[in-house]
C-alpha cells in the first residue's frame, strides 16, 4: 500500500487552536476518511500539537462547539446504527442531514455518506461525495480516485505511463528522500484496480525493491524499525502477486506481513488467494473477517485511512467469491 503520499483532510486549524479542550472529542468522533499513505495509521499526525493561539477564549463559542459536537456525535451514531444494520441507504441519509458547506466539521460525516452509498451499491453518487474529500494531486491518489470510478481505461493508461518512466530512466534512487517508499508507491498505485494491468512484472520487481530497502534509511528505522516497513511493503508485494496469479506466493507474503502486524488491507487478498487455490475455509475465514471490520469501524476511528481502497478490496472480495464479479482476465 502507498506510503508518504497523501492528502490530509481540512480541518479549522483556528478553532483547534482556540478550544484545544474540544478538539481531540471532535477529532475521535469524526475522524475522516483521507488519503493516507499505510503508516499514517499507525503514526498520524496530530494537528491538536500545534501552538495555541493567545487569543482570549470566547464562553459563548466553547457553548456553541461542545452543543454542535453533542450534534454530530448523535448523528454519527445513529447513522452508525443503521450501517451496521445493514440498512445504508437510511444511514448515508441520517450522515447527510448535518452536512452543510459552512460545516468545518463535515469530511466525518461526508466520509460515512460516501461509504454508506458505495455499500449500497449507488456507486456513482458514493464517488461525488467522496469527491468532496479525496482532493489529492499526486500519481497514487490519482490511481485511486480513476480505481474508485472504475475507469480502467484511464486507470491503465496512468499507471502505464509511469511504469514506463521508471523503465526507461536510469536509477536515480541515491537522489530519492526513500527509494522505498518510491518504489512502494508506485507498485501500490498500479494493483488498486482488480484487471488494471496486462503485465504484472515490474510492479513486482517494484514491490521486491522496496522490501529489500524496508528500513534502510535513518527515517523509516527510526520510526519503524524496519518492521513496520518491510510488513507493509509485504502486503504490497503480496497483492502484486494476486494480481499477476501467483497465489501461494502471493499467500506467503501477505501472511508474513500479518504475522508482523494485523492489517485489514491483507485480509481480502488472504481471502481471494485461497479461494483461487479451492480452499474455501481460509478463503470464508479471512473474508468473515474482514467483513466484521468494515462494519464494526463503520463511523469510528479506526480504520479510516485508505477507506476507500479497503472499501473496493471488500467488494471485490465479496463479488469475486459470491461468485458476483466477472472473471478476470487471469481467470478466464
Not at 475522516?32 to 496530530?46: D, V
Not at 526513500?178 to 504484472?200: E, F, Q, S, V
Not at 519503524?224 to 516497513?229: I, K, N, S, V, Y
Amino acid at each position: 500500500m502507498a506510503i508518504e503520499t497523501k492528502s490530509s483532510m481540512q480541518a479549522d486549524n483556528a478553532t483547534r487552536q482556540r478550544i484545544l479542550t474540544l478538539i481531540a472529542v471532535i477529532g475521535c468522533l469524526l475522524g475522516g476518511l483521507a488519503i493516507s499513505g499505510p503508516l499514517e495509521r499507525f503514526f498520524a499526525r496530530n494537528p491538536a500539537q500545534e501552538e495555541p493561539s493567545k487569543e482570549e477564549i470566547n464562553p459563548k463559542r466553547i457553548a456553541e462547539m461542545r452543543e454542535h459536537a453533542t450534534r454530530l456525535r448523535a448523528t454519527r451514531d445513529q447513522a452508525a446504527r443503521f450501517g451496521q444494520q445493514g440498512q445504508w441507504l437510511k444511514a448515508a441519509d441520517i450522515a447527510g442531514s448535518l452536512i452543510s458547506e459552512d460545516d468545518r466539521n463535515r469530511f466525518g460525516l461526508l466520509a460515512m455518506k460516501g461509504e454508506a452509498l458505495f455499500r449500497a451499491g449507488e456507486t456513482q453518487k458514493s464517488i461525488e461525495v467522496f469527491s468532496k474529500i479525496l482532493i489529492g494531486k499526486d500519481p497514487v491518489s490519482i490511481a485511486g480516485k480513476l480505481a474508485l470510478q472504475g475507469d480502467r481505461i484511464a486507470y491503465k493508461a496512468h499507471c502505464e505511463s509511469f511504469l514506463a518512466d521508471r523503465k526507461n530512466t536510469k536509477d536515480q534512487s541515491s537522489l530519492r528522500i526513500n527509494p522505498g517508499a518510491d518504489a512502494n508507491n508506485l507498485a501500490w498505485m498500479c494493483i488498486l484496480l482488480r484487471d488494471g494491468l496486462t503485465d504484472y512484472s515490474l510492479p513486482i520487481t517494484l514491490a521486491r525493491e522496496a522490501l529489500n530497502r524496508a528500513g534502510s534509511t535513518e527515517r523509516s528505522a527510526g520510526r519503524t524499525d524496519g518492521r513496520l516497513e518491510r510488513a507493509l511493503y509485504l502486503n504490497t508485494l503480496g497483492v502484486a502477486l494476486y494480481r499477476a496469479g501467483d497465489d501461494a506466493n502471493a499467500i506467503q507474503a501477505l501472511a508474513e506481513s500479518e504475522r508482523v502486524v494485523k492489517d485489514p488491507f491483507n485480509w481480502p487478498f488472504l481471502a481471494l488467494a485461497y479461494f483461487r487455490q479451492g480452499n474455501k475455509a481460509e478463503s470464508q475465514k479471512w473474508l468473515l473477517q474482514l467483513r466484521k471490520l468494515m462494519i464494526d469501524t463503520f463511523g469510528t476511528d479506526q480504520n479510516q485511512n485508505n477507506r476507500h481502497e479497503l472499501l473496493l478490496f471488500h467488494r471485490e472480495a465479496e463479488m469475486v467469491i459470491n461468485g458476483t464479479y466477472p472473471p478476470a482476465k487471469s481467470e478466464s
